[in-house]
């Protein structure tokens, strides 16, 4: 098993900025990719950024190509995500997520553990 465990949200005005991290624990050595995804009320969990383990192969939903960065701390076994220029839109609940088999990286259904979540607002 694997746990995750989501910090870093709040309220901010549109243009700021926000960091999610991402704590991983437990059986770790079975994770291939980490992920984040997000869900706005009445709306279906969207797919956000992914990362490898290693580091090397970083994927953005193009919403949010250019503002938003996924990086990784393997020594923490955390994934962060910097969020930049944030825009009302992006108010959404988000999930960090652990899959431990190749797949189709924007698919939630393709992860096999999940966060609490962690909300983020933006105000116009």
């Known amino acids: 098993q694997v746990q995750l465990v989501e910090s870093g949200g709040g309220l901010v005005q549109a243009g700021g900025s926000l960091r999610l991290s991402c704590v991983a624990s437990?059986?770790?050595?079975?994770?291939?990719?980490m992920g984040w995804f997000r869900q706005a009320p009445g709306k279906e969990r969207e797919f956000v950024a992914t990362?490898?383990?290693?580091?090397?192969?970083?994927y953005y939903a193009d919403s949010v190509k250019g503002r938003f960065t996924i990086s990784r701390d393997g020594a923490k076994n955390t994934v962060y995500l910097r969020m930049n220029s944030l825009k009302p839109e992006d108010t959404a609940v988000y999930y960090c997520a652990a899959k431990t088999i190749r797949g189709i990286y924007w698919a939630a259904s393709s992860y096999d553990y999940w966060g609490q979540g962690t909300q983020v607002t933006a105000s116009s």
């Open positions: 437990g059986r770790t050595f079975n994770i291939y990719n």
């Open positions: 990362i490898s383990t290693s580091g090397g192969v970083i």
